[in-house]
């Protein structure tokens, strides 16, 4: 059972970050190509930013199973472990406002704000990376 969780965290891992660069490369062309393709490249970045915002529920769900099952409790991790805790809050609340844009942008029959997003798929990409080492150096002894 803790091998399938385990499993499940990184193909969450996988999708987070995948999904974040995919999406740093796509909203890169979106802003250079012309107006047929940027309707479609638009929209392939929407569903990638959801997939991407399911692995990091993943990730979150499988993780609290992980530290629970492993060690019992979280207290007595190491400090590390509480600096990757930091990123992953960082990361999951950007990460969810890139996800309140885009809903607000469907609701409202609105283009989802460019820059913003960009930003938001930048910070959460670059601080899953932080979180990614931290975690190694947190679990690697």
């Known amino acids: 059972m803790l091998i399938a969780i385990k499993l499940f965290h990184f193909l969450g891992l996988a999708m987070l970050l995948g ?4 999406n740093g490369v796509i909203l890169n062309k979106a802003g250079t190509s012309d107006d047929g393709a ?6 392939s970045q929407r569903r990638i930013g959801q997939i991407s915002f399911f692995g ?29 805790m930091v990123a992953v809050l960082i ?4 990460a969810l406002a890139a996800q309140i844009y885009s809903i607000l942008s469907i609701f409202s029959g609105s283009r989802t704000p460019r ?14 990376l932080i979180a990614l080492v931290l975690a190694t150096m947190a679990f690697s002894g």
Do not use: N
């Open 19 to 22: 999904g974040g660069i995919a």
């Open 115 to 128: 820059q913003k997003v960009i930003r938001l798929t930048a910070i959460t990409t670059m601080v899953a």
């Open 38 to 43: 940027r309707g479609p490249l638009r929209a």
């Open 56 to 84: 990091l529920l993943l990730l979150l769900g499988t993780g609290g199973y992980l530290v629970t099952s492993t060690y019992g409790s979280w207290s007595g991790l190491p400090t590390v472990f509480w600096a990757k």
């Open 91 to 94: 990361l999951s609340i950007s």
